[in-house]
C-alpha cells in the first residue's frame, strides 16, 4: 500500500502564491499516473495538473499559466506551485498516485487552500 503526505496547504490573499508537496512512501519512477486534483465542499473532485509516466503534464484550463506541477524522483515527490491565486482556487487539494499492473490508486489526506482577501 502506498501513503501519500501532502503539505504547503493555507491561507494567502488573492494575488498571491503557495506550494503544495507530496510525499510517497515508495519510488513513483514507475507510477502510471501522479498529480493534483482539488475539491470545493458540494462539488465533484476535479484534476488540477498531472504527470502520465511519460510525456508532458496535463494542466486544468482554469490553472493553466498559473500553475506548475514538478517532480524530484530521488525524494518520491510531487510538488504544485501555484501563482496568482483567485478566490476560485479555494478547495482542498489532493495527491492522487495511480500504479501500474493493477495495483491500484491512492490519494492523500487533502490539505486546504484558501484564497481571501
Known amino acids: 500500500q502506498v501513503q501519500l503526505v501532502e503539505s504547503g496547504g493555507g491561507s494567502v490573499q488573492p494575488g498571491g502564491s503557495l506550494r503544495l508537496s507530496c510525499a510517497a512512501s515508495?519510488?513513483?519512477?514507475?507510477?502510471?499516473?501522479m498529480g493534483w486534483y482539488r475539491q470545493v465542499s458540494g462539488k465533484q473532485r476535479e484534476l488540477v495538473a498531472q504527470f502520465m509516466r511519460f510525456g508532458s503534464p496535463n494542466y486544468a484550463d482554469s490553472v493553466k499559466g498559473r500553475f506548475t506541477i514538478s517532480r524530484d524522483y530521488a525524494k518520491n515527490m510531487v510538488f504544485l506551485q501555484m501563482n496568482g491565486l483567485k478566490p476560485e482556487d479555494t478547495a482542498v487539494y489532493y495527491c492522487?498516485?495511480?500504479?501500474?499492473?493493477?495495483?491500484?490508486?491512492?490519494w492523500g489526506q487533502g490539505t486546504q487552500v484558501t484564497v481571501s482577501s
Open positions: 492522487y498516485a495511480g500504479l501500474p499492473a493493477d495495483r491500484g490508486s491512492y
Open positions: 515508495e519510488s513513483i519512477f514507475s507510477f502510471n499516473t
